[in-house]
């Protein structure tokens, strides 16, 4: 019974240094989040031993009377915040989530229609060498051009002309919010089903300041570890009628054993979510997105090459095109890492610098809302990203913009009481 440095001294001491540079740096990849301490002990605890087949009252194995305990506080949790009639909490992770909710609603071969990967869309949205694009016929819609919005008037003439079993709402790099009534209009105009997967913007619907695709879609999929905050993993919301399919779809369709104790991470992080101060850290990942593009939108950003897309973001993320700039993808995330900030480099639409460089930077402010950073820590932060953005950066700079990350990471320490 030996604990991790004694039974395992090269693993902990790679978790220590992993647990310092995220002390250390400033996270702003859009996708992730710090777990509260609550959902890391529940996540750590002794339900990782358990096997648990089934549903909770209806199991496949004994000694179930305790996760069933938490897998139904999960469920309950997850239904209530998002105000949905059915909730499975089991998915291993959002790509695990959709791939259940596809085979629920689909035959293989159906046609499905899903926004773009290159425009921001997810790999299990319709990728070629993604299930989704191998097990259907998939016909990807886009954003226009111009204004770097989804264009509905293309999804309606693809669904028109496609007749998709399936439409699915949802994305990983966009920062606007979706027309769910829309999507939902034309998926009723020509029979197919919606699944919205609002992996990234979880977290913001459940405090109420991003409209809630529940009453719009017939299936919602979700991630617990973006916005929401929670463990990695993912959840499936729906109206009562497609639950059996649903279950089984999940598991035996997809999955063996749940991961009970991630499943009662989940339920830690789900009543978190419905707290008052889960809802004012929501207010501040808004906040802090608009003060980015508000900064990155500035003359001295311009004339760098540096644009945002559709001029700004209601949303969690800014998505940054360096189509015109000195810089690609691959060198701007590099020039920030090594000032201690961590982003992701990502395609723009119609990027003409392939996908291992890109012309794109992704970043994102719910890691750093929970670290506490309010506004004046967000115009910093914008003010430094926006100074390694520029042509003039130097050795100097870089040590100045390093310094005043550092300063940021020591006003707002991570992880300090964790043993
Ligand atoms: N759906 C969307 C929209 C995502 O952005 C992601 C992850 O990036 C997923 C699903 C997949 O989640 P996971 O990485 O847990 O499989």
Known sequence: NANLSTVDPEVAAAVAEE???????????ASENFAPVGVLEAQGSVLTNKYAEGYPGRRYYGGCEHVDVTEKLAIERAKEL????????????????????MVALLEPGDTILGLD??????????????????LYNV??????????????AEVEKLAREHKPKLIIGGWSAYPRQLDFAEFRRIADAVDAKLMV???HFAGLVAAGL?????????????????????????????RKELAKKLNSAVFPGQQGGPLEHVIAAKAVALKIAASEEFRERQQRVLDGAKTLAARLSHPDCV??????LTGGTDVHLVLVDLVNSTLDGQQAEDRLHSIGITVNRNAVPFDPRPPMVTSGLRIGTPALATRGFGADDFAEIADI???????????????ELRGRVELLAEKHPLYADLP
Do not use: C, W
């Open 117 to 134: 990967l290159a425009h921001g869309g997810h790999l299990t949205h319709g990728m070629k060498i993604n299930f989704s694009g191998k």
């Open 385 to 399: 990203i926006a100074a390694a953005l520029r042509p003039d950066f130097d050795d100097a700079t870089q040590q």
């Open 303 to 308: 004339s760098a090459g540096v644009r945002v």
């Open 197 to 199: 997967d609002m992996a």
């Open 210 to 238: 991003h409209p809630s695709p529940v009453p719009h879609a017939d299936v919602v999929t979700t991630t617990t570890h973006k916005t929401l905050g929670g463990p990695r993993g993912g959840i499936i919301l729906a």
């Open 19 to 29: 647990r310092k540079r995220q002390q250390n740096t400033l996270e702003m990849i």
């Open 82 to 101: 998002f105000g949905a009639e059915y909730a499975n909490v089991q998915p291993h992770s959002g790509a695990q989530a959709n791939a259940s909710a």
């Open 139 to 152: 016909v990807p819609y886009h954003v226009d051009k111009e204004t770097g919005q989804i264009d509905m």
